[in-house]
């Protein structure tokens, strides 16, 4: 879980270039996945994430693995349903289908909630659910961005 919050992190901050004040607002709402580009809007701008050819590599894939990660978390508030859908995922390959073209729709409750909310070690969000900060985000990238995977806000 912690994995597909931090890579939609990272591509987001980082190949997206949206900032941090900007992603510690964001809801799931906020982003519209089509077409293998995941636009993400907000404070009257916009950013786009396409996707690549490798499906392994594609940020918008990484975008759309969270989103529905999210979805769960939000619709079944279950840390042993998560985990078994995280358990049963198949390994991303370069010939897995490019999630970013998937049309499923997210649930209404889950457009609002928070894009990057905190996991706690067990794989608890807090309820309701509450957006990370955007001191918490930039550290977590810097973190993640020098190798350091370790505590998870």
Request: hydrophobic fraction near 40%.
């Amino acid at each position: 879980m912690f994995g597909r919050r931090d890579r939609c992190l990272l591509v987001l901050s980082q190949i997206g270039g949206v900032p941090y004040q900007q992603l510690a607002a964001l809801t799931a709402g906020d982003i519209d996945v089509t077409d293998g580009t995941a636009r993400v809007s907000g404070a009257g701008e916009t950013w786009m994430v396409t996707a690549s050819a490798d499906p392994s590599g594609c940020g918008a894939c990484a975008v759309t693995r969270w989103l529905r990660v999210l979805n769960l978390a939000v619709t079944q508030p279950s840390t042993r349903a998560i985990a078994a859908v995280l358990k049963d995922a198949k390994p991303v390959t370069r010939q897995s289908p490019h999630l970013c073209r998937s049309t499923r729709p997210l649930d209404e409750r889950t457009l609002a909630a928070p894009l990057l909310p905190p996991i706690d070690q067990w794989g608890y969000e807090p309820f309701p659910v509450q957006p990370l900060t955007p001191h918490s985000l930039s550290r977590r990238v810097r973190d993640l961005l020098a190798g350091d995977a370790g505590a998870h806000p």
